[in-house]
């Protein structure tokens, strides 16, 4: 029992220290580089799960001061796991209704994140560039990926990791530097 147990330790040792760590992985791509003079991100948080499994590294890019929905910023998630774009859809889909009623356009909203967002792999990179009133250009692993036009729309998706009431409370609000969450 003792040498399962031990096994278990070096494995979750292992694993935490052969991911790559926040700054190692960070990485300026095309659209960061075209939209933004800043040549580091405003704000970064690895989500886990498990205790030792980094799912996605987030990095919010942007020029202005303080990140907010008045400004244009990106949203770059670097996966750390595969996913089907179905998948995809619905779990954004289901974060989306947990802020908004959203009853009446659920599955126009996950037509539209299923044609935005391919089937990911470990190591692929998505990059959503927000603009105010304008709504949201993506990308995946720097190839033009879809648009949302609808502002409203744009927002609902970026409030998955930036919504005050979002799952991950601690990383949302390290996101968005706000420090009374």
């Known amino acids: 029992m003792k040498n399962i147990a031990s096994y278990c330790l070096i494995f979750a040792i292992a694993i935490c220290f052969s991911s790559p760590s926040l700054a190692d992985n960070k990485m300026r791509t095309a659209e960061i580089t075209k939209n933004f003079n800043s040549t580091e991100p405003y704000s970064s948080v690895d989500l886990m799960f498990f205790v030792f499994f980094n799912v996605y590294d987030v990095y919010i890019w942007t020029d202005a001061e303080k990140w907010s929905f008045n400004d244009k910023f990106a949203l770059q998630i670097d996966y750390n796991i595969s996913a089907s774009s179905k998948s995809i859809a619905e779990k954004s889909v289901e974060e989306i209704s947990r802020y908004y ?14 044609s935005i967002f391919p089937d990911i792999k470990d190591g692929d990179i998505t990059t959503g560039v ?44 390290k996101l968005r530097k706000v420090n009374n969450c």
Do not use: Q, R
Not at 101 to 114: A, N, Q, R, V
Not at 153 to 161: G, P, R
């Open 101 to 114: 009623d959203i009853s009446d356009s659920k599955k126009e909203l996950e037509e539209i994140f299923k």
């Open 130 to 173: 927000y603009t105010p009133k304008e709504g949201a250009v993506f990308y995946h692993n720097e190839s033009y990926s879809g648009k949302i036009e609808d502002d409203m729309k744009a927002k609902m998706f970026f409030d998955i990791w930036l919504h005050e009431n979002n799952n991950f409370k601690k990383e949302s609000c």
